[in-house]
């Protein structure tokens, strides 16, 4: 019995149709169900009371509501809407006429279905003036002439009237479960409005991000074209002019030994520039990989003095240590070792003949804290503002005319980042810079 019930409710319902289709159909299949049975019990009653013309109505009732079913079943929805609307209009006014038995009421009731069928169509302003109409004119010749048949009293009247509020009842709720439909509808839609919204956001920021990644890989490839133009280009060319000379037997010894140790600082600057040049590149493209171990710190430096000795001795500078012994960090010791390298290499390329270097390290919180310390040139405010962040920072001539990738700070940066580390500088301009980094301390 559930199971039928439940079948004839969901009567002509489809998996493709709108929660709004969908709430409509069962509506009036409950509807029809309810008259259905609303209409037995009375055909019932007025056949045993002998009132065969009114039984028949109700016989028209049930085969109306029946019919409405059959076509919903066979999706003939327009044909039984239509069918059913005359046949019940034409039950209800003549049961008020002859009767007086309440049934105008249900006039109402088609107004309303008119309305429920019409949910979201066109055209369904004639059939709720027509229905008025009809209601008004019944209503009012109800209270003006007497009944044509017979009165069947006030019961049978508030009866119907309970019956007309159940049913009008049903399509009521269909309308206010529909305005919950809308609401959700409209809640739905504005929660997808802003989740796009959200989403263009996400996809402007990250094309914002593109953008200026594009940008800098731009600004980069176009600072190392500058870099092998200039400061590339210019010790091979020295090295190729000077080999001319002495393939030509022009220079005399004193001039071979002059040019080549000149040749040979050039090319160690070369060297520094090459390596500073392929390391930052490496780590544009491929990013930086960590191998992080325990390093002690002192024959690190050592190593990078070791390498600049040709540099430092040309400008006679002279370079003080105060290392704590046995003083251990964790990072990559090639990375530190890059740094070392590229922060006494500038402090000599900055510094004046004769000048003197202070690099320092000593343990603090737990962080190794290495200190390169020169009487330079120094630098003024508007370029340490930009000094590790901009990969246009043209590199300043040194005091021999010294010229350098001016990516070697940007560099350290990136690998004492990676390494958990950071770095810092002091300097005014005509005063020397004191450059700054700390990594982990490796305490055992």
């Not at 504005?190 to 956001?201: D, G």
Request: glycine residues 4%; aromatic residues 8%; charged residues 20%.
């Amino acid at each position: 019995m559930r199971k039928m019930l439940t079948k004839l409710i969901n009567a002509g319902i489809t998996e493709e149709m709108d929660i709004v289709s969908v709430k409509r159909i069962k509506t009036f299949n409950l509807t029809s169900i309810i008259g259905i049975i609303t209409a037995l019990i009375y055909l019932i009653i007025n056949v045993i009371r002998d009132r065969y013309f009114l039984a028949s109505i109700d016989l028209l009732y049930i085969i109306s509501l029946s019919i409405l079913i059959y076509c919903h079943f066979n999706k003939l929805f327009n044909l039984g809407f239509i069918y059913t609307t005359i046949a019940l209009a034409v039950g209800f006014t003549i049961s008020s006429l002859l009767y007086r038995d309440s049934m105008e009421f249900f006039l109402l009731l088609i107004i309303t279905m008119n309305l429920v069928f019409k949910t979201g169509k066109k055209n369904a302003v004639w059939a709720i003036i027509f229905y008025s109409i009809l209601f008004a004119a019944i209503v009012i010749f109800n209270l003006t002439t007497p009944t044509l048949y017979q009165d069947l009293g006030e019961k049978i009247r508030t009866e119907n009237i309970i019956i007309w509020i159940c049913l009008q009842g049903i399509f009521l709720n269909y309308f206010g479960t529909l305005n919950d439909i809308h609401h959700q509808e409209i809640d739905n839609k504005n929660t997808l409005l802003i989740n796009q919204q959200k989403l263009l956001l996400d996809k402007t920021l990250e094309l914002e991000k593109t953008n200026h990644q594009l940008q800098e890989l731009n600004e980069a490839k176009e600072k190392i074209f500058s870099i092998i133009a200039h400061d590339v280009r210019a010790p091979i060319a020295a090295l190729k002019g000077s080999l001319e000379l002495l393939y030509n037997n022009i220079l005399s010894k004193e001039d071979i030994e002059k040019i080549a140790k000149e040749l040979s600082i050039k090319i160690g600057q070369l060297k520094d520039n090459l390596d500073i040049l392929l390391e930052w590149s490496k780590s544009q493209m491929y990013g930086i990989e960590v191998n992080a171990a325990r390093i002690e710190l002192k024959p690190l430096i050592l190593n990078s003095l070791n390498l600049l000795i040709p540099s430092i001795e040309l400008k006679k500078i002279k370079i003080q240590l105060s290392v704590e012994e046995h003083l251990f960090a964790y990072a990559d010791p090639n990375h530190i070792s890059l740094v070392l390298r590229n922060l006494i290499a500038n402090a000599i390329k900055y510094s004046y003949t004769e000048n003197e270097i202070l690099i320092s390290a000593t343990l603090i919180n737990n962080q190794v804290a290495v200190s390169v310390k020169d009487n330079g040139i120094g630098m003024d405010e508007k370029v340490l503002q930009i000094l590790f962040h901009s990969i246009s920072v043209n590199s300043t001539y040194g005091t021999l005319n010294e010229r350098g990738t001016g990516l070697g700070l940007l560099l350290c940066k990136e690998f004492l980042d990676k390494n958990n580390g950071t770095i810092s500088v002091q300097s005014q301009k005509g005063e020397g810079a004191i450059f700054t980094f700390k990594i982990p301390a490796s305490i055992r």
